[in-house]
Nanobody, 124 residues
């Protein structure tokens, strides 16, 4: 079992930056893949980025590539999502997720563990 807690959301102007954190507890993340997803009102949950913890190979959606970056702190068992050049269309609730397989996936149903979500609002 693993528990995930996100933090770092908020309100930011277009062009600004935010860093989201996802702290994991209950099990080491070395056997996991971690994903970030987002969901805007009235829309389906959307893949943002994912990382395989063992070698930190990363995968990003086209909509965020070049603007968002995943990083980690092994000692804190925490993964971060640094978001830059934010746009109003990035507004959503952001979720981190974990799956007990060292294979990244863009499909929400492949992830068995989810955080509670954190709101990101980008004003124009």
């Amino acid at each position: 079992q693993v528990q995930l807690v996100e933090s770092g959301g908020g309100l930011v102007q277009a062009g600004g930056s935010l860093r989201l954190s996802c702290a994991a507890s209950g099990r080491t993340l070395i056997t996991y893949s971690m994903g970030w997803f987002r969901q805007a009102p009235g829309k389906e949950r959307e893949f943002v980025a994912a990382v395989r913890w063992s070698d930190f190979s990363q995968n990003y959606s086209d909509s965020v590539k070049g603007r968002f970056t995943i990083s980690r702190d092994n000692a804190k068992n925490t993964v971060y999502l640094q978001m830059s050049l934010l746009k109003p269309e990035d507004t959503a609730v952001y979720y981190c997720a974990a799956r007990l397989r060292p294979v990244v996936s863009r499909i929400p149903e492949d992830y068995g563990y989810w955080g509670q979500g954190t709101q990101v609002t980008v004003s124009s």
